[in-house]
Nanobody
Framework: QVQLVESGGGLVQPGGSLRLSCAASGDIWSINAMGWYRQAPGKQRELVAT???????NYADSVKGRFTISRDNAKKTVDLQMNSLKPEDTAVYYCNVEGRFRASDATLYPFGSWGQGTQVTVSS
């Protein structure tokens, strides 16, 4: 079992900043990609940013230059620093982690887990 706990959402004015954090726990053997996605009302979930185990990053065009994704492999966390926020950034943000966990029989299995979501609202 792998659990993800997110924190850091809230209400912010346009132009403001927020930092989201996601911590993974459980019998994790290794973590590959980590990322953040978002879903606005009436829209499909979309990629915001991802970061590989080697630190390579990928961003949606709409957030490039404003958002920064980072990870701490030792702590099994992934953060999203969001600056210059716009009303169109309003959404529920979800973290996603992919890797391998060790089952009770010591076998390694792949996993892909989602956080519970955290609301980000950008409004004056």
């Amino acid at each position: 079992q792998v659990q993800l706990v997110e924190s850091g959402g809230g209400l912010v004015q346009p132009g403001g900043s927020l930092r989201l954090s996601c911590a993974a726990s459980g019998d994790i053997w290794s973590i590959n990609a980590m990322g953040w996605y978002r879903q606005a009302p009436g829209k499909q979930r979309e990629l915001v940013a991802t970061i590989s185990s080697g630190g390579s990053t990928n961003y949606a065009d709409s957030v490039k230059g404003r958002f920064t994704i980072s990870r701490d492999n030792a702590k099994k966390t992934v953060d999203l620093q969001m600056n210059s926020l716009k009303p169109e950034d309003t959404a529920v943000y979800y973290c996603n982690v992919e890797g391998r966990f060790r089952a009770s029989d010591a076998t390694l299995y792949p996993f892909g887990s989602w956080g519970q979501g955290t609301q980000v609202t950008v409004s004056s």
